[in-house]
Nanobody, 125 residues
């Protein structure tokens, strides 16, 4: 089970930190990703922290690179998404997800087996 939290309403230029607490799975053995979905649009890749067996490397979408940072705390079995310099176009429902497929597929939401319930991020301009 994945429990996402930390969303809210923030002004443009502000920051939020999302958390994804996992139970029943060990995050270091999965690729842990963040995706987002705005109304009327497809679910979009945001960032992934690859499983330790695949190097434990972070990947970020070009649209958030330099502003968002994914991290994980293995002791707490929790993944984070630090979001800085937020823009109105970042407004979406943010989901955390877990996958154990090949590294080449980590940007595709269809490859993620476990999903959290989503947390809403709204950025006002």
């Amino acid at each position: 089970q994945l429990q996402a939290s930390g969303g809210g309403l923030v002004q443009a230029g502000g920051s939020l930190r999302l958390s994804c607490a996992a139970s029943g799975l060990t995050i270091r053995t999965y690729h842990m990703g963040w995706f987002r979905q705005a109304p009327g649009l497809e679910r979009e890749f945001v960032a992934t922290f690859s499983r330790s067996g695949s190097g434990g490397t972070t990947y970020h979408a070009d649209s958030v690179k330099g502003r968002f940072t994914i991290s994980r705390d293995n002791a707490k079995n929790t993944v984070y998404l630090q979001m800085n310099n937020l823009r109105s176009e970042d407004t979406a429902l943010y989901y955390c997800a877990a996958s154990n497929i090949a590294l080449s597929g980590i940007r595709d939401a269809r490859n993620y087996k476990y999903w959290g319930q989503g947390t809403q991020v709204t950025v006002s301009s």
